[in-house]
């Protein structure tokens, strides 16, 4: 069965013609979060595997009628927070409860189900139907409440600090400096709530005509006075059960790396783009690991010091590197592409292979004023309107759609997978360096 054929089998396909409500009621009820031992756990990872089974049978005849009921006939713009949370008013038991949720984050890694991955499956089944998965697409790229609630004060002094992040606007540039210092610009939930709000904000400034984004100096004792770019996701924090689907894994993907690509929605679209949007600029110190590499992909020129790698090693965290596995392939070529993500191949930038993916290698004490004059060579007049047909032709939706579908299901797994909690836990209980 495909999610485009808009049915769903035996009982649930004659349930969906009496509306969403009953064809819910069909549904098998999630095992309450606790403490499993023995049996118990095996008889509960039984009940899950069919009640995936059904949510997904659900969901396939159903996506559309549930989105539209859940945005009001695609009238409003949820986000993936407010979708989630939505669900069970219309379709009790389709998603666990944010209590279930809170629960099971707080039991020992061993005692957990995941119940993320039924996030998963019901967010696989908006996104792989077209006009609902287009339609949250698009909603993801609105300015978040807390960008506007911040506009009004960067318009008047041109710096907003954040707890990872400080945006400041000098010379018509959006300087966006991650600046986690004691934890290598390692991401978590607090840092893409504030790269998300950055990117809102740049874009948003009228100032503002293109972006920068570089990691700041750490105070992290083995980098401590040199600026790292990022050393990718917090383990300790996945571990701990503070990285989780909607609030990071997708979130991230939907909101500010997919805004960095395409622009951001606004009231005020015009007739000659839709979208708000300008080139942005990486610079690499140190290193970009996993979700720094992942960023490096979504702007338009990167630069890095000479002594600097890139790699992912999601494959060997366990988890799948966010769109990396979609849009790398395309920059490096299918071999390098494997190399990296299934391998763990570490590209250093005076490599020839970093052609590829880095378009200047400078020596590090030159790496300041290279960032200076590829600024202004990304200023040309025609360069934000080549920029939009380049990734156009790179990236079409219904691709990036699809990918992410299938995404919010692998990812889920992963995350709550064994081998990857036994691997983070070993990461958080290391001693300080």
């Known amino acids: 069965m495909s999610a485009s054929d808009g049915r769903a089998p035996g009982a649930l396909r004659e349930a969906v013609g009496g509306g969403l409500e009953r064809a819910g009621r069909l549904l098998a009820p999630l095992p309450e979060p606790g403490p499993w031992t023995?049996?118990?756990?095996?008889?509960?990872?039984?009940?899950?595997?069919?009640?995936?089974?059904?949510?997904?049978?659900?969901?396939?005849?159903?996506?559309?009628?549930?989105y539209g009921r859940l945005t009001e006939g695609f009238t409003r713009r949820p986000r993936l927070e407010e979708?989630?949370?939505?669900?069970?008013?219309?379709?009790?038991?389709?998603?666990?409860?944010?209590?279930?949720?809170?629960?099971?984050?707080?039991?020992?890694?061993?005692?957990?189900?995941?119940?993320?991955?039924?996030?998963?499956?019901?967010?696989?089944?908006?996104?792989?139907?077209?006009?609902?998965?287009?339609?949250?697409?698009?909603?993801?790229?609105?300015?978040?409440?807390?960008?506007?609630?911040?506009?009004?004060?960067?318009?008047?002094?041109?710096?907003?600090?954040?707890?990872?992040?400080?945006?400041?606007?000098?010379?018509?540039?959006?300087?966006?400096?991650?600046?986690?210092?004691?934890?290598?610009?390692?991401?978590?939930?607090?840092?893409?709530?504030?790269?998300?709000?950055?990117?809102?904000?740049?874009?948003?400034?009228?100032?503002?005509?293109?972006?920068?984004?570089?990691?700041g100096e750490m105070t992290h004792p083995r980098y401590a006075g040199r600026r790292v770019f990022s050393a990718g996701i917090n383990l300790k924090r996945l571990h701990a059960g503070e990285i989780t689907l909607v609030g990071f894994l997708l979130r991230r993907e939907l909101g500010y790396l997919r805004k960095l690509?395409?622009?951001?929605?606004?009231?005020?679209?015009?007739?000659?783009?839709?979208?708000?949007?300008?080139?942005?600029?990486?610079?690499?110190?140190?290193?970009?690991?996993?979700?720094?590499m992942q960023l490096l992909l979504a702007v338009d020129h990167v630069l890095a010091a000479s002594d600097a790698y890139v790699s992912l090693p999601a494959a060997q965290e366990g988890i799948v590197p966010g769109a990396a596995d979609f849009r790398l392939p395309a920059v490096t070529g299918v071999?390098?592409?494997?190399?990296i993500i299934l391998g763990g191949r570490r590209v250093r930038a005076a490599e020839p292979e970093a052609r590829a993916l880095v378009d200047e290698v400078v020596e590090?004490?030159?790496?300041?004023?290279?960032?200076?004059?590829?600024?202004?060579?990304?200023?040309?007049?025609?360069?934000?309107?080549?920029?939009?047909?380049?990734?156009?032709?790179?990236?079409?939706?219904?691709?990036?759609?699809?990918?992410?579908?299938?995404?919010?299901?692998?990812q889920a797994l992963r995350i709550h997978a064994a081998d990857v909690l036994g691997k983070a836990g070993r990461f958080a209980a290391r001693p300080p360096v």
């Open 83 to 215: 979708l989630v949370a939505g669900v069970g008013a219309v379709v009790p038991g389709l998603v666990p409860t944010a209590e279930q949720l809170r629960v099971e984050r707080a039991l020992p890694v061993e005692q957990r189900l995941g119940y993320e991955v039924d996030v998963g499956v019901f967010l696989r089944g908006v996104l792989r139907c077209p006009v609902a998965g287009r339609h949250l697409m698009d909603s993801m790229l609105w300015p978040t409440e807390r960008a506007l609630g911040l506009l009004e004060g960067f318009g008047a002094t041109g710096v907003v600090r954040m707890e990872s992040t400080v945006l400041e606007r000098r010379d018509g540039v959006a300087r966006i400096t991650m600046c986690a210092a004691d934890r290598l610009n390692a991401e978590d939930e607090q840092q893409v709530d504030d790269m998300e709000t950055a990117v809102d904000l740049a874009l948003l400034d009228e100032g503002c005509g293109i972006g920068l984004i570089r990691g």
């Open 364 to 410: 590090p004490g030159e790496l300041d004023g290279a960032v200076e004059r590829a600024l202004v060579l990304l200023r040309a007049e025609a360069v934000t309107a080549n920029r939009r047909m380049v990734n156009l032709a790179l990236e079409p939706v219904d691709g990036l759609r699809v990918y992410l579908a299938e995404f919010a299901v692998q």
């Open 38 to 66: 023995g049996g118990q756990r095996a008889v509960a990872e039984r009940e899950l595997e069919v009640a995936r089974a059904q949510r997904t049978a659900f969901l396939d005849g159903c996506a559309e009628e549930l």
């Open 261 to 292: 690509l395409v622009g951001l929605r606004t009231d005020e679209p015009s007739w000659r783009y839709p979208l708000t949007d300008m080139p942005w600029v990486a610079a690499v110190d140190a290193f970009a690991i996993g979700g720094g």
């Open 335 to 339: 071999r390098l592409a494997r190399q």
